[in-house]
């Protein structure tokens, strides 16, 4: 497959318990980014990587929240002690950026739906 | 920061009529990108069309074409003989020019074709 993936793609889980989500970018693409989507809302960021490195972590919303991308393809996302406002849909993006300037189009994986209980 | 309005949570077409969906922005800058993205049920959002702030030229892509209104910041997207395969959530999206790299989405638009 060519696209982003994610895995998995439901994730049921207690509150507090730690969950990791995997994205399998594009390859070739060294910029990824993770973006939650809450119920009835439009991906907020989360996090921007370019290469291995936490480019951009602005986004993450407290120190529950954790990314890592280890050799510069696949990322985990990790949340601890989750929380029932934690459930939303994860998107990953990656992108090709163009060496000393912006980053291209963004494509999306299919995303991880989690569910906190 | 910058935001993105979409007005119209709910928008319904005849296949094979034509469909306008709205999108303003709020940005002090001069060098940005705007992005309509569609998300099926299947939850994956997948690129409709882009549009380059520097360009005057509105963007088209087959059946989709933009009317980028600058002064105005607004970003409207037209679909032309609707199919219902069309059917889907609707998302404006904004990002920075330059070294910019967070994308800023609305609320979305959920689109009914009607056969």
């Known amino acids: 497959g060519a696209g982003v993936s994610q895995t998995p793609s439901n994730k049921v889980t207690e509150k507090g318990k730690y969950v990791e989500l995997r994205c399998d970018p594009i390859?070739?693409?060294?910029?990824l980014y993770w973006y939650r989507q809450s119920l009835g809302q439009g991906p907020e960021f989360l996090i921007y990587?370019?290469?291995?490195?936490?480019?951009?972590d602005s986004g993450l919303p407290n120190d529950r929240f954790f990314a890592v991308r280890p050799e510069g393809s696949v990322s985990t996302l990790k949340i601890q002690r989750t929380e029932r406002g934690d459930s939303a849909v994860y998107l990953c993006?990656?992108?090709?950026?163009?060496?000393?300037?912006?980053?291209?189009?963004?494509?999306f994986g299919p995303g991880t739906r989690l569910t906190v209980l | 920061a910058q935001t993105v309005t979409q007005s119209q949570p709910e928008m319904s077409v005849q296949e094979a009529e034509t469909v306008t969906l709205s999108c303003t922005y709020d940005?002090?800058?001069?060098?940005?990108?705007l992005f309509w993205y569609k998300q099926p049920p299947s939850r994956q959002m997948i690129l409709v069309i882009r549009?380059?702030?520097?360009?005057?030229q509105n963007a088209t892509e087959n059946r989709f074409s933009v009317n980028f209104q600058k002064a105005a910041k607004s970003f409207s997207l037209k679909i032309s003989d609707s199919q219902l395969g069309d059917a889907a959530m609707y998302f404006c999206?904004?990002?920075?020019?330059?070294?910019?790299?967070?994308?800023?989405f609305g609320t979305g638009t959920s689109l009914t074709v009607i056969p």
């Open positions: 549009q380059e702030a520097y360009k005057q």
């Open positions: 999206a904004y990002r920075s020019g330059g070294t910019g790299n967070q994308f800023y």
């Open positions: 990587f370019q290469g291995t490195g936490a480019a951009d």
């Open positions: 993006a990656s992108s090709y950026r163009i060496a000393g300037g912006p980053t291209d189009t963004q494509y």
């Open positions: 940005t002090s800058e001069s060098d940005y990108y």
């Open positions: 390859s070739g693409h060294t910029a």
